[in-house]
């Protein structure tokens, strides 16, 4: 039996792996962590903390010695490389830098068996691909408590991540409390604030996990926050109140107010103090009110602030104009487009299209993204999630042209290799507008360890992944639960829990009701594109007459909220159908009526209720479908080919799939795949 964590990758140290020795090294009597360079202390007092977690604290005769040391590895190394020796004698971990050992010690992390209380013997040398392998958290839309960031950064150390955004200002909340400036966070941040000190620690909770955190603040537009504290500040007539709304509102600041620099110039000089990096993000998006040459003299402005302070700064792809200083870094997340086109003109820059998280992309076509790729091969797999007619309904091709419309790389040429050497790597987005501090990280793990092996993994082992193999290589989960905090199932699991308990209040036993739910729920998704994450589903058939429109007040507590991004069980089920047993299909139809069977009282029940309801009848429905083309198919299945009656079956199937896809509060059935799982079995 292969040992489940040879294949677990997050992502997996791939430059160089040689498994070594008889077999699996015994941690039985715990580890013992040790150094001589004090610079190693971060790092290894982490490490120690969580195997004395994991394993017991260690047998001071018999524990395993795990060394680690600071050494050059030699020229043209990346600093996050790192060599790491597990073996029976001392295992030993070696890198040039702090974060080379952090990422060295992920790995060690990935290679202990808790069960077994053993570590997979190996030899490791292994370096990045890219050097910014970023994760941005909105903590505005939603505010983070500094909990959920702390285990967010714990998981991005065990997924190799290195860089985490924080997007700590915005139109509905301003979130850093301002000694300067205390109206800020009195008048314009419901919900929550960071006091410095606060950010200061977690800078230093990240710096021992070789994380940086570069903080975000974004101007001159999506600022009505700063404009509520400071409405001398506005371009034209400042917001009356914070906004409750998601849709963006189209402020800006004043950019031929000197005050305005004023006080941006005292805000920056206080994060500084506690954000060492040397980067610093000044937004830039959205923000047609002031006209491309109007944003550039301010972006110049800014740029020049941040400089002061010593500090690099980082702008959204709006931002990029012929006159933008060169040092400038940009990301891109309008379009794959203007990438290539902020590193043509000489940026550096980080790719984000592709990678945002907030909306439904599954894992497989996150992880297929890749900033190196040839142009249209990368326009190809940003796009494909919405050209993919099973995923992305009724958004589809809107979302492909609002992404193309941002620029396209149709007929670009490939970049040159100076140009290619200013792609730094990429960030995943984690917008909040429809993601509770408890949903965060259901909607993060796995989808963002994706982005992370794409970001880590040497360019040839990638291609050489299938999309069946990406999936399998990220339901590990557990390891996130070994060594972190993190539980994806944790807000589901509350959000079902009270509508059990609602539908108890309504008749049926809580307990049936839960199971009927989760069950539900392995089956269905979210609809996709900004119909979900900002905009609301805008269709009279989908959308409850009661539900309140998006926006910060709204409750996430209906069934669609207690839905990952992607589903479980098509996902399992493609793993199964690699070897089908003959029952599954049967099984399946089964699974699907079991909801219905359940719930049923409850489609004349509140809106709340009714949803689940009327999606289990969907649900079911599907199953007749299903149990009508695996009748069609064992009746034929005596002559050669594709009897005529099994095609007309599956013709018919996929048919009357259609209108039940149609979503209901906001959600949609998941079942399409395994038609075209059974299909193609059916042809094979
Ligand atoms: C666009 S990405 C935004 C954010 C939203 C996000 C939702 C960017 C620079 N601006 O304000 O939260 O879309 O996907």
Known sequence: MTDPLASLLVPLPASAETVVGDGPVDLGHGVHVRWV??????????????????????????????????????????????RLHVGDGVSLLAAATEAGLARGA?????????????????VIDDAPRFAWRGLLVDCVRHFMPLDALRRTVDAMALAKLNVLHLHLTDDQAWRVASRAHPQLTERASPGGHYELDDLAALVAHAADRGVRVVPELDV??????????????????????????????????????????EVLDTIVGEWAEVFPDECFHIGGD???????????AFTARMVAIVRGHGRTPIVWDEALHPGLDRDVIVQAWRSPALLHEAVRAGHRAILSSGWYLDLGVPLRHLHAVDPLDPPERLQASVLAPWRDADLAGVVGPMAAATVEQAGSLDGASPLTAEERSRVLGGEAAMWCERVTPALLDTYLWPLAAAVADRLWSPAGSLAALDHGLVENRFDLLPAFGVWTDVDPK??????????????GDHGLDPRRAEVALAALADWCEPVRWYARAVVGWPDANGRSDDAPPP?????????????????????????RTARPAPGDAYALVAAWRAPAAVLGPLSDGPSILAEPARLADRLAAAADVLAALLDAAAGGSTSAGVPAAEAEAEAEAVAALGPLRAPIGEATIAVTSVFRALGAQGRA
């Open 37 to 82: 360079d004090e610079r190693c202390a971060g790092v290894g007092t982490h490490l120690q903390a969580d195997l004395d977690r994991v394993l017991g604290p260690p047998d001071d005769e018999r524990a395993v010695p795990l060394a680690l040391s600071l050494h050059d590895l030699g020229p043209d190394r990346s600093p996050e490389g790192y």
């Open 551 to 575: 926006g910060t007040g709204q409750p996430l507590d209906r069934f669609v909220d207690a839905l990952g991004p992607e589903a479980d069980g098509p996902r399992a089920w493609r793993r």
């Open 220 to 261: 001159p537009g999506h600022t009505s926050a700063l404009l509520v504290a400071f409405p001398e500040l506005a371009l034209g007539a400042p917001p009356a109140s914070v906004p409750t709304s998601y849709v963006v509102p189209g402020v800006s600041v004043d950019p031929s107010s000197e005050a305005v620099f």
């Open 490 to 503: 944790r807000g589901p699991r509350v959000i079902l829990g009270a509508l059990a308990d609602l539908a």
């Open 106 to 122: 992920a790995t060690y992390r990935q290679l202990v068996d808790r069960p077994t209380r053993t570590a997979v013997p190996m």
């Open 286 to 296: 959205e923000v047609p009110v002031l006209g491309e040459e109007r944003q550039a």
